[in-house]
């Protein structure tokens, strides 16, 4: 592992990345209870205990440059800056959502905000967000890709492709494995053959690194040394954040497969506790500013369920547009 320094010293900055972590919860708990109560059809993935790797690697990462993701994917584009009330329209089906309602959790993008989407083909981004890294360094821009994927994804034949093809021809790229652990309801002991997905990078000849996951000062420090390496045309790393998620897989998940007494364990270790403490002890943010942005952040999320609430849904005669066959 690598020395973990703690870098974020700029309040200014710690308060930017606090608020990403805290909007991204409670964007994510409101759902959970929209779901629950019939408000929203359909399903999602919820990222809760997963924040700071969103929040860390978006941090590290400059105009011009990508980040992809997966099925498990509101957090990523709330830390691109995606707009809360349009991601929450989205998944209620309205007109005002980024994909004009039609897309729904899985399926939702923002070139504006280098967010090229989620996507619920399990590895289905890797090989995506490889080629956008190709389109990069192909028209000599200096952007990098941020690859978000799951633990589960890198059993899929797409994960092994790409980082073969992304060492060997030293793409601006940055491979992030969020291993939380599952997928699905099946333990990575009964589904992979080794214990760090990590030590899958050497096969490709890139560096590897294990990182806690929850920790965002640590995942911040790892980003930003392999997005430097991957814009200096060095090639790509593939880095192992050890996470958690602490609802179920999806909002119909009783977690019969796992114990209360392991989630306690990692909620004992959760990622905003723990940022939150590390500011206060390092006298880096003050007790009243935490609880202004935390007031802020609920303000805000429930500004994005009326936004989405009240929003029109797209009109029937719009059915066929943006199809494609
Ligand atoms: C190609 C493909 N196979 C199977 C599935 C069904 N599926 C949806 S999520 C998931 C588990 C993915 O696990 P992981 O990559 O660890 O991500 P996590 O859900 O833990 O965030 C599976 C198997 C799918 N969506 N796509
Ligand atoms: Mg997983």
Redesign the pocket.
């Known amino acids: 592992m690598m020395p973990t320094t703690p870098t974020i010293r700029d309040p200014a900055l710690a308060a930017k990345l606090y608020r990403s972590m805290v909007l991204i919860r409670e964007f994510e708990q409101a759902l959970d209870q929209l779901f629950a109560s019939g408000a929203i059809r359909g399903t999602a ?1 919820f ?1 809760v205990g ?1 924040e700071a790797t969103a929040v860390g690697v978006s941090a590290a990462l400059q105009a011009g440059d990508y980040v992809i993701s ?3 994917g509101h957090g990523h584009f709330i830390a691109q800056g995606g707009d809360p009330a349009r991601i929450m329209a989205e998944l209620f089906g309205k007109a005002t959502g980024y994909s004009g309602g039609r897309g729904g959790s899985q399926h939702v993008s923002s070139f504006e905000h280098g967010f090229l989407g989620s996507n ?5 981004g890797i090989p995506v967000g490889t080629g956008a890294a190709l389109a990069l360094k192909l028209q000599r821009r200096n952007g990098v890709v941020a690859v978000f ?6 059993n ?1 034949g797409a994960f092994h492709e790409s980082l073969n093809l992304g060492s060997l021809w030293k793409l601006p790229v940055v491979y992030l494995c ?3 652990l ?3 309801f099946t333990h990575l002991r009964e589904s992979t053959s080794v214990g760090h997905i990590a030590d899958r990078a050497a096969a490709y000849g890139m560096p590897g690194q294990i990182v806690d996951g929850n920790d965002l000062v640590e995942v911040f420090n790892a980003a930003r040394q392999a997005v430097q390496r991957a814009r200096d045309g060095q090639g790509p790393s593939l880095i192992e954040c050890k996470t958690y ?1 602490m609802l179920g ?2 909002k119909s998940d009783k977690r019969a497969y796992r114990t209360r007494e392991e989630e306690a364990s990692w909620q004992a270790h959760d990622p905003i506790t723990l940022f939150r403490k590390r500011m206060l002890d390092e006298r880096i943010l003050t007790p009243e500013s935490l609880t202004a942005i935390e007031g802020e952040v609920d303000r805000q999320v429930e500004q994005a369920v009326r936004f989405a609430r009240e929003s029109p849904f797209p009109p029937a005669r719009g059915l066929e547009e943006s199809v494609y066959a």
């Open positions: 993935h990222c997963q997966y099925h498990r619920g083909i399990t590895g289905g994927f799951g633990d589960g994804a890198a899929q969020e291993n939380n599952y997928s699905m998620r897989h999806s």
